[in-house]
């Protein structure tokens, strides 16, 4: 026998979708902040290469040095200078050139008098590249060193090695990946908070029975309404009629229950003339035809005989009719040429076609999409949940395979159904 994998609840999945969700944007913060990490040091190192670069081209000792010609002389005299300056600035080198790029201090010894291994710039003005050298790999910064006569007596370059700012960036990570993984703690708990807020009030069902049960909840709530407005009505005529009876005015008596019965009627043939009727949906057009005549508005209903069945359940189709004509009725009720009308007709290939129109003032074009949105209403909230009707009714509907649009004006929500599935017989 085949095993069917456990389905997991809506809590659970909940839970699995948040922890997925933060741990992706944990690695997304994280990444950047490497990321930043690493600009930051290179940029910390050409700070730091400029200004020592620039600050030693403009000390009276490198200057007089370089001045005085003598390159034996200037060598003896700034090279403990500069190796000072690269142990206290933290720099991996400091080298003093003249005008044409010899080499006069360097921390190497062997390499003075030796070229300069970089970009010399053609014109006197500072220069930051990165350059392989006699130490590797690095980022440096060379600057024009100007006499008192603005006359150009030699450069100085001050450099850190690749490897240095890699060891800066190392330094940074353990904060990063820290952030990160404080992100990821924090996440987690959101998860398990929204696990135990989605288990209380969904339980262990999984999220199609959950829909199902908030398709039943609204399918109850608007068919309830419905019957209510029904027997309040048939209540009211019918102690009418008995006062009218007790007063002995019976043709009066006589022509408002006639009148009753025969406004039920008409709607209850059209119902009964479908090949594949359903009682709760016509049920449901009842009760809402009380309705709307409660709150004084006209009421239409059109339903081609050859309409077929809907591949709706009872629960889901009056879930799906009641929310439109609820949202109807309430659009209509608030302007003063008040009109409902509902279209149950065959579709093109087979399938069918519910339309729900009403003379409210209509949906702006730009909500169109968003009012199916979870949550989202037009109106202020009220004890049914404003906001879950139109996003329940998408979701039943695209489930099915079919789709909803609305356009106006007049505003019409369009329900297009497919065929519904063929039953077979029992062998």
């Known amino acids: 026998m085949a095993q069917t994998s456990p389905v997991r609840s809506a809590a659970s999945r909940v839970f699995v979708v948040l922890l997925v969700a933060v741990v992706v944007t944990a690695a997304l913060v994280a990444l950047f902040l490497v990321v930043e990490a690493q600009r930051a040091a290179r940029d910390e190192a050409e700070r730091l290469t400029g200004a020592a670069a620039a600050t030693l081209a403009a000390s009276p000792e490198v200057v007089d040095a370089l001045s005085a010609g003598d390159e034996a002389e200037a060598s003896r005299a700034l090279e403990p200078y500069a190796l000072e300056v690269i142990d206290r600035a933290g720099l991996d080198f400091v080298t003093v050139m003249t005008p044409d790029g010899t080499r006069i201090t360097h921390p190497d010894p062997a390499q003075i008098g030796a070229p300069y291994l970089g970009t010399v710039p053609a014109t006197p003005q500072p220069l930051t590249e990165e350059f392989r050298g006699t130490l590797g790999p690095s980022v440096r910064t060379i600057a024009p060193v100007i006499d008192d006569h603005d006359a150009l007596v030699g450069w100085v370059a001050a450099g850190v090695t690749t490897e240095s700012i890699a060891q800066t960036f190392v330094r940074r990570l353990p904060l990063s990946l820290g952030i990160a ?14 696990r135990r807020v989605t288990r209380r009030f969904a339980g262990d069902l999984p999220p199609g029975q959950l829909r199902d049960a908030v398709s039943s909840y609204e399918s109850i709530r608007t068919l309830g309404e419905a019957l209510r407005a029904q027997t309040h009505e048939h209540g009211n005529r019918l102690h009418t009629a ?33 090949r594949h009727g359903d009682p709760a949906v016509g049920a449901l057009l009842l009760g809402k035809a009380s309705q709307a005549k409660e ?28 929310n439109l004509i609820d949202n109807a009725l309430d659009a209509a009720a608030e302007v003063e040429d008040r009109w409902v009308r509902v279209l149950l007709r065959p579709g093109g290939d087979g399938g069918i076609v519910l339309e729900v129109s009403d003379s409210g003032r209509g949906v702006p074009e730009a909500l169109r999409e968003q009012i199916f949105a979870q949550g989202y209403s037009t109106k202020a909230a009220d004890p049914h949940g404003r906001g879950v009707g139109l996003a329940l009714v998408r979701s039943v509907v695209v489930e099915a395979g079919g789709s909803v649009t609305v356009t106006g004006p007049p505003t019409t929500f369009r329900v297009v159904l497919p065929p519904a599935p063929r039953r077979r017989g029992r062998a």
């Open 181 to 194: 993984a404080a992100l990821v703690l924090l996440g987690v708990g959101g998860a398990v908070i929204a």
């Open 242 to 274: 008995v006062a009218l009876l007790e007063l002995g005015r019976h043709d009066e008596a006589i022509e408002i229950l006639t009148e009753t019965s025969r406004q039920s009627q008409s709607l209850v043939d059209q119902v009964t003339a479908r």
């Open 295 to 322: 709150r004084g508005i006209d009421w239409h209903v059109d339903i081609e005989p050859a309409t077929p069945r809907t591949p709706l359940s009872p629960v889901d189709a009056v879930s799906v009719l009641g």
